[in-house]
């Protein structure tokens, strides 16, 4: 059975005609929870589309709860903080007409003061009616502002605890009722509050099929949690170490004080890293701490920092330009020049038009680099690099870091695709016509260097940050081609609901008082194409 | 029979066809012939002169294109037709669906559909930069263990 989902569209939601709100929310029983509690509902996303309003019906404060959607072309704009309150004050500048909700039925048929419940999982938001009215003398809507702490007896800027939900659409299988029901669903957990209503008249839904489902970006991960600091590897961050590498060097207690050396190595070798990281900045410095090289109290504090820490470039959109099939694969390339990899090409039709970012996983320790190129925050693409250019704390340490350099720049074709636009054309099978003749042209075109062998040292002096290259074609095409020879189109329609030149790929014809002759000559001359 | 001699400067391929300059005239079919209608001969009273300003005819309920003119005498002049079948049933082929793959308009052609008939030269460059762009700061990480 495939899985079916649901959208929800407005719907609104009718408690009790003359009850208060807060009374009806008090008056579940506490010891007597409905039949279904909290667990039994799946909160569906989208939800807090929904916004919850309390409708003032007759005098004074008596109000029905219920919910409206949201009216896309019409959001409540005039929603503002309030420092004096902590909250939303929301309403209308008084000349304008009063903000309405888009409801599936279209009617309207109170007096209406819309309220705000901030869903985010973590607060929420309480309001206070300022004023008073009558069913014949509205409210005050340009100050009005809902105090539902009062009614759910929550302090003033109280703020309500996270697992606090209030007013969500959810839904659950009815086993009885072998149906799919659809509830508004109150729970305040920590004011031991927890209501459902189920949705009288039917919602609006669609039911979506298997494979149709909405799609799950993919993101990018987080940083790894568990790093060298559980294998008692300290990492520090600072503009320079020249005082620790005075007291390494300008005293004897250091050499003195070590103890417990490891076979035959000096102790600098406990100084497992010592590294230039090109972006400082993304790493975050925690609390100073004295450094510890072995069992030495250097006595010499610096900034402790992480292992890991990601870099986001941010994002970039690629336009399009011809609009048409030239803004994608094979006439247009996209790449990315990603500082400490190369030049990495992306997939066009995946990037065109969309928003293109590029994240980096740092390991400052080791200087592995993860960059993550996205498109529309989904990841679409992994490459890895090195980030960090050693500095040299001996002649063998520095020979390491020329030799490391060196192995880097021989393997740095396979951190880069080569060549230019040229090799990027894919060869199309068999293609007639202009499609092949134009990959053949590219190809003889020229290439042009790489920027590739830029990982370590070679790559702290390159560019810093992520460089997107377009190659775009120079469309030559004449510009009323589409009289001659029209667009390319597949669709199929009635010749009688289109104009100007037509050319039909398939056709049943049939055509009164027509000879046979007559329709084989007729189909093939609309085969080559006619002016309909 | 009557045959109504025209011109048309529209191609042939277009369905709905102007035509400028009627006249009728009368002619026979050529003696020894069976008629063709694809194809027909007609023999007709006009002088070759005057039938080689015509370039399209309508009899019959319908249309012809004029593919030949042959003077058989001084005022007779035969004429080879070939049916247009384009404008004599485009209101039949009008009633037809297709699957097309070409068309003029826009809005039922697919301008992102790749083109056969796109002409390119040259390429150039567009670079663009992220919206994180900065200059970044480096910093020197010093790794060590241990007593922490």
Redesign the interface.
Known sequence: MPTIYHKVYAMPWWSGQSLNWGSYALSIPLDAPPARDGSDFTFLSGATNFFPMVQQQRTGMQLTSCVFGIDPANPPANVQSDSNVSGFRFGHPAETPRLSAYRVDGEMSYNQVQCVYVMSGTWSYGFSLQATGSYDSPLAVTTGVIEVQSFLGLAFNNFIAPSDVILCLADWWDDERQTQQFAWVISVPSMGIFDYATIGAHPYFEVVEEGDEPEVPILVPDLPTLD?SSA??????????NA?INYMWGTQDFLNAIEHLLGDETPYE??????????????TAGSSEN???????TGIS?PT?NQFCA??????T?PR?H????D?AP?TVVEVQLPFIGRVRVPTDFVMGHS???VYHCD??TGGLCAFITVDSSVIQVEGGSC?CT?PLSARTGDGARQAISSAASAGISFATAGG?SSKVAQVGGA????GQ?AD??AA?DSYSTFSNLALANG?LGF???????????????SD???Y????????????S??????????????????R??LN??EA??K????? | MTITLCNTAD?P???DKTLTGSANYTGAFRSGDNPS??DPVIVVNIPYATAVSYNYAQFFGKSYFIRDRKAVSANTTEITFH?D??S??KV???????????????S?????????????????????????????????????????
């Open positions: 060298a008692g590897v300290s990492l520090y961050k600072a503009g320079n170490f620790l406990c100084i497992v890293a010592f590294n230039l990281f090109p972006y400082g900045n993304s790493l450094i510890h090289i072995g069992n030495v109290n610096a920092c870099v986001d470039f941010g994002s970039v690629i330009v609009n048409n099939a030239l994608f006439y293109l970012g590029v400052v320790l960090i500095l636009m007639a016509g202009g499609i134009i042209a590219l075109k702290y810093s940050n992520p460089v997107v290259y377009v190659h775009r074609p120079v469309n030559a095409t004449a081609y589409n009289v020879q029209g667009y390319a189109a597949s669709t199929s329609v009635s010749l009688g289109v104009s100007g030149f037509t050319r039909v790929k398939e056709i049943n014809l049939g055509v009164s008082g027509a000879t002759e007559d000559e007729i001359l609309l080559e194409g006619v002016i309909l | 191609p391929k277009k369905l209608d694809s049916k079948v384009l004599t049933f039949g082929i009008r009633t037809n669906s297709a699957l097309i793959d070409r068309q003029q308009s826009g039922v052609g697919d301008v992102d559909l790749d083109d056969s008939a796109f002409v390119v030269k040259r390429s150039y460059l567009d670079t663009y930069t992220l919206s994180g762009y900065s200059t970044p700061s480096a910093t020197i990480v010093l790794g060590v263990t241990g007593t922490i």
